[in-house]
């Protein structure tokens, strides 16, 4: 189990939180490949989901859906400027669950990964990440 930097008192308080009134805020982070923080993504998520297969090669997939009609995030791989996001950066997920009085919150990241697929529709860029573990899994096809 993981105990999330939480002494005992601290995640008993945590687990009690579950199981009454609580907020989740959803945090979406750019890093880059040796996790220094980039930026924020969190004011321009529509939607998301993060997928988990236990069995698979590579255990987590993210998906998300982010809305940019000013293309303000760069994210596309075309774009000239420095502060282009291209494929060696990766996105975190973490939830805060928060008290209803605002007073306490629960960091949990559940999900760090490489963006493997950008595609833009109009105002609107989906974004594939895959779980860290995907950086071990050697290449299926070999250079020649």
Do not use: C
Not at 13 to 40: E, M, N, P, W
Not at 49 to 68: F, G, H, N, P
Not at 102 to 122: Q, S
């Amino acid at each position: 189990m993981r105990t999330l930097g939480l002494d005992a008192d601290q995640l008993k308080a945590f687990h009690a939180l579950l199981f009454s009134h609580h907020t989740i805020d959803v945090r979406v982070s750019v890093l880059d490949l040796d996790h220094k923080y980039v930026g924020t993504l969190s004011d321009r998520l529509l939607d998301g989901q993060v997928t988990v297969d236990r069995e698979a090669e590579v255990t987590r997939a993210l998906s998300l859906s982010l809305l940019d009609p000013d293309r303000g995030i760069q994210l596309d791989s075309d774009s000239p400027n420095d502060g282009a996001l291209f494929m060696d950066r990766m996105i975190q997920v973490t939830l805060r669950v928060v008290e209803p009085a605002g007073v306490k919150a629960y960091p949990v990241t559940v999900f760090t990964g490489p963006i493997v697929k950008l595609e833009r529709t109009g105002a609107v860029v989906k974004v594939e990440a895959q779980g860290k573990e995907s950086l071990l899994v050697p290449p299926s096809v070999s250079p020649v």
